[in-house]
């Protein structure tokens, strides 16, 4: 019953700094700068994002009463994850790294996507993790010359 309400806490939480945050809002988030809103709401999002996968599993889990106590970490520390994942893939888009794109404006940014990707960068964050791998391997290949053949 605590992580059903955990949860139920954790959606209403992130969904209410979404709207909050979101670039438009009339809120004391005003006066802070839009790459700064556009963080705060990618990691809102994320949260969001990983409360999905959260709640997903525990349906899961608990409809097939095999929810043990062993998990209480995981529904605990699996929202700040999906939140700091979706950060670090703000960033890499925001780099160009995955994208390609130049410097965009950030007045010219759409809040949507950057919400959208930063939710499911939460929710399928083993996915998003394996492509960062990707991306790094390819950002710091290093391309050995083959040993000569000894004779």
Same mark, same amino acid.
Request: hydrophobic share 55%.
């Given at each position: 019953?605590?992580?059903?309400?955990?949860?139920?806490?954790l959606?209403?939480?992130?969904?209410?700094?979404?709207?909050q945050?979101w670039p438009g809002?009339g809120?004391?988030? $005003?006066g802070m700068?839009l790459? !700064?809103?556009?963080?705060?709401i990618?990691a /809102? @999002?994320?949260a969001l994002? &990983?409360?999905i996968h959260?709640?997903t599993?525990?349906?899961?889990?608990?409809g097939?009463a095999?929810l043990?106590?062993?998990?209480?970490?995981w529904?605990?520390?699996?929202p700040g994850i999906?939140?700091?994942l979706?950060?670090?893939?703000?960033?890499?888009?925001?780099?160009?790294?995955?994208?390609? $794109?130049?410097?965009?404006?950030t !007045?010219?940014?759409?809040?949507y996507?950057? /919400? @959208?990707?930063a939710?499911? &960068?939460?929710?399928?964050s083993r996915?998003?993790t394996?492509?960062?791998k990707?991306?790094?391997?390819?950002?710091?290949?290093?391309h050995q010359?083959?040993?000569?053949e000894?004779?």
């Amino acid at each position: 019953m605590a992580v059903a309400c955990w949860m139920a806490l954790l959606n209403i939480a992130n969904t209410w700094m979404l709207i909050q945050l979101w670039p438009g809002a009339g809120t004391h988030w $005003s006066g802070m700068t839009l790459e !700064a809103r556009f963080i705060w709401i990618t990691a /809102a @999002a994320g949260a969001l994002g &990983s409360c999905i996968h959260l709640a997903t599993s525990f349906v899961s889990h608990a409809g097939g009463a095999k929810l043990g106590a062993d998990w209480v970490w995981w529904y605990a520390l699996r929202p700040g994850i999906g939140a700091a994942l979706a950060v670090v893939v703000y960033f890499v888009f925001r780099a160009g790294l995955i994208s390609g $794109s130049g410097d965009a404006a950030t !007045a010219s940014m759409n809040p949507y996507g950057i /919400a @959208a990707v930063a939710s499911l &960068s939460g929710m399928f964050s083993r996915q998003a993790t394996e492509k960062l791998k990707d991306v790094f391997e390819q950002v710091l290949a290093t391309h050995q010359e083959p040993a000569p053949e000894q004779k």
